[in-house]
């Protein structure tokens, strides 16, 4: 029984899985430090705010306070997080997907009735039953 825990907690995809939460989990702290600590204070230097942190913002209503300062802060984390995993993640994966797929040949198309994706040597749609082109697919010109 502990042998099938041990196997489980020490496959390779699992140890990634941590480690990439743990690195998740610094790089958060480091962005959330750099917005606490440099940006809305620059922020505030420009515009001449009341303090150098966006958490002490706050208003009252009906003796109800909203802190919306600290929500400013953590909107500003997000989105710098969110556009460096998309500069350094996503822009390169794209493209090289992109890159391996340029030249991958076509095996379906597109029926005209339904818009079903159908194999490229198909006569009749399997979804919609219409009947296809009868040209041969080597005979058709590229699209």
Known sequence: MMSGFKKFLLRGNLVELAVAVVVGAT???????????LITPLIAAVTGGGGPDFSEYSFTVNGAEFMYGDF????????IIASV???LVVMPMTRLIAFFDRDKK???KECPECLSDIPIDARRCAF?????SRVPAADRPPA
């Open 27 to 37: 790089f958060s702290g480091l962005i959330q430090a750099l917005v606490k600590d």
């Open 72 to 79: 400013i802060n953590h909107l500003l984390s997000f989105l």
């Open 85 to 87: 995993i998309y500069w």
């Open 106 to 108: 076509a095996t379906e």
């Open 128 to 132: 919609c039953t219409v009947e296809l």
